[in-house]
């Protein structure tokens, strides 16, 4: 189940090709990081991952199915976002927003049943929300707000849940906060996470599979400790880093401000 | 924000919609007590007709209130909810606070119209219409579909543009009625007074030919409300929870423009009341449309039969036009209830 497999997938935005015969398989790696430099392509990877951009046939396939192939619905229950930009300007409840994940599911005509109540309510549980699920979105906090999106693309029930830069403005507490969170749903729910991260000692503490690209291409790709090794951060990233060892060789990216 | 107790407000709120159809139906020169107007518009009214006996009734009161007033009262409400409606529409799709139902062009395409077959004098009626709402019809429906067709782009019509565009057709349009105005000073009078809108021509057939569009369109919007609340939280993420965001967008702005050029067929262009009544009832009820169409279809309802009764009593014989008051009531309300929601909305 959430099984992605990717053929030769490219992407131009008018003359820039952003990506370039991009090739993998996900095997049995639950948590997945995609890393890179500024403009190297992670967002427009993720991006056709979603299908918001427009795909070619027999490019990525969700479980051996070709996903130009599955209806809107039907994919949207099985794959799930958190974008880069939660921004939400109009003054909708957590719950109410968290309710909205279960659109693929709801019939037009039955509207939502108590299934759908009771699936809100365990993401909220989880999430630790339910404090704050009669609070407007508007004033949330942003690590509480990046909560409810969580929330409600857990209530997709997917397969696969695609973050853009979940962490990006969060203080360091939320930041691990959200990590832990993000990690334990992915172990204890078997949902297969690929989230895109800047912050690579993140992605040395919580994934099993590090794809680092460059200029939209995959530069290597593997365990996040042969990946993201002194050589490739200078190669891709033109800064030189320390790694360090602590607690049983868990390691930590250093940058020497020199 | 109202949210408790739902149903009841709505009910109430129906029942105050009502009342002010009666009351608007006892206001003109010939005086006509409330009760009466009551009794008469009762005497309509299927199940409740039977226990209302308006026999010993003067019957000028009677004609003058079914025949005369009512029609217009009721077109009056028609025009405002399908112009509070297209407003919540274009404002949920565009995702812009300055959307209203004429932003793909409908008011100069409609004026546009308007003003040729007024200027070559084209005067036959199709099915009670004049030639000039059919006019005013076809323009308006002409320039959305060419509008929508500049912006369009591989299948896709990115928001930014479509308003750009509706915004450029607009201007090009109305210099072109400046134009057409100047070469013919003697129709000037009644191009302007048909663009400044009014509903004095209402009759129970502008009423039977506007209610059939309107009622279905806004149907078709409620039946959408949960769609337009997913495109509120931006338009991949609705993709990302399976909407097919562009054939709703496609659908929803069709008959958004249809209802629109509709009502504007028969009551030219009446401004502020598809921008304000949507911003005011989402300031009450909140953004959610399962509740705020209900609101608004009563609202722009109330708001209109309101400003029309002003419009036809205030300078009494003259009819000021309904634009006019449509803004120097709503304009005043509105900055109320902005200043009130100063600290909400920043």
């Given amino acids: 189940m959430g099984q992605i497999s990717i053929n030769n997938l490219n992407h131009s ?23 890179g430099p500024n403009g190297s392509g992670k967002t427009t990877f993720v991006k056709k991952l979603l299908r918001n951009y427009s795909l070619n046939k027999k490019t990525i396939y969700l479980d051996q199915k070709d996903i130009v ?119 204890e729910k078997e949902i297969v996470v690929i989230t895109i991260l800047h ?21 290597n790709n593997g365990h996040p400790n042969d990946v993201l090794t002194k050589k490739n951060i200078s190669d891709v990233y033109n800064v030189n880093v320390e790694i360090l060892e602590y607690n049983n060789q868990e390691k930590l990216i250093v940058l020497p401000i020199s | 924000m109202i949210t408790k107790n739902n149903g009841k407000i709505i009910g109430l709120y129906t029942v105050i919609l009502f009342v002010i159809i009666i009351f608007a139906s006892t206001i003109g020169v010939a005086d006509i007590r409330f009760n009466d107007a009551l009794k008469i518009i ?50 949920a799709i565009f995702k812009n606070p300055m959307a209203d139902p004429y932003i793909l062009g409908i008011s100069s395409g409609a004026a546009f119209g308007a003003t ?50 509706g915004i450029a057709i607009s201007f090009f349009l109305s210099a072109f009625i400046n134009l057409l105005m100047t070469m013919n000073n003697d129709q000037v009078e009644k191009i302007v007074f048909w663009t400044m809108g009014s509903v004095s021509s209402a009759s129970w057939k502008s009423v039977a030919i506007s209610i059939i569009p309107v009622v279905s369109g ?60 949507p911003h005011a009832m989402r300031m009450i009820v909140g953004p959610d449309h399962k509740r705020l ?23 009494n014989p003259t009819e000021i036009p309904i634009g006019v008051i449509t803004s120097l009531i709503g304009a005043p309300y509105f900055i109320f209830l902005l200043v009130k929601n100063k600290k909400i909305l920043s």
Avoid: W
């Fill in chain 1, 69 to 187: 192939t599955y209806s809107s619905k039907n994919y949207a229950t099985k794959v799930a976002a958190v974008p880069q930009n939660t921004d939400i300007r109009y003054d909708f409840t957590v719950k109410e927003i968290v309710l909205m994940g279960r659109t693929p599911y709801v019939d037009r005509f039955k509207g939502e049943t108590s299934n759908d109540y009771a699936i809100v309510n365990r993401v909220l549980e989880e999430t630790d929300l339910l404090p704050l699920k009669d609070r407007s979105f508007l004033t949330l906090s942003g690590g509480e707000k990046q909560r409810v999106i969580i929330a409600r693309a857990l209530a997709q029930e997917p397969e696969v849940l695609i973050l853009d830069e979940p962490i990006n403005h969060l203080d360091i507490s939320h930041k691990v906060k959200i990590m832990k969170l993000i990690k334990r749903l992915s172990v």
């Fill in chain 1, 13 to 35: 935005y008018g003359q820039t090709q952003v990506l370039k015969n991009i090739s993998i398989d996900f095997k049995d790696d639950k948590f997945i990081t995609v890393v």
């Fill in chain 2, 218 to 277: 806004v149907s078709i919007f409620v039946f959408f409300s949960k769609e337009l609340n997913v495109i509120l939280m931006g338009e991949e993420t609705a993709q990302n929870l399976g909407i097919d965001v562009e054939t709703i967008r496609k659908l929803l702005l069709g008959v958004a423009s249809i209802v629109s050029a509709a009502v504007v067929a028969v009551s030219g262009i009446i401004g502020f009341v598809g921008l304000i009544v």
């Fill in chain 1, 199 to 219: 912050d690579l000692n993140f992605s040395l503490k919580y994934s099993n599979q590090c794809i680092l690209l460059k200029d939209g291409e995959i530069y």
């Fill in chain 2, 42 to 91: 009762s005497s309509r009214i299927p199940f409740i007709k039977q226990f209302v006996n308006i026999e010993q009734m003067k019957t000028s009161s009677i004609l003058i209130v079914l025949n005369i007033r009512l029609p217009r009262i009721i077109l009056a409400g028609i025009v405002g909810i399908a112009l509070a409606t297209s407003g919540v529409v274009f404002q």
């Fill in chain 2, 293 to 315: 169409f209900p609101y608004t279809i009563i609202s722009g309802a109330i708001f209109m039969i309101i400003a029309d009764t002003i419009s036809r009593i205030a300078l």
């Fill in chain 2, 116 to 165: 040729l077959v007024i200027i070559f004098g084209i005067s036959f009626s199709f099915l009670g219409l004049s030639m000039i709402s059919i006019g005013a019809f076809l323009g308006a429906m002409g320039t959305t579909f060419l509008v929508y067709n500049i912006a369009r782009l591989n299948n896709r019509t990115p928001v930014i543009t479509l308003l750009l565009s």
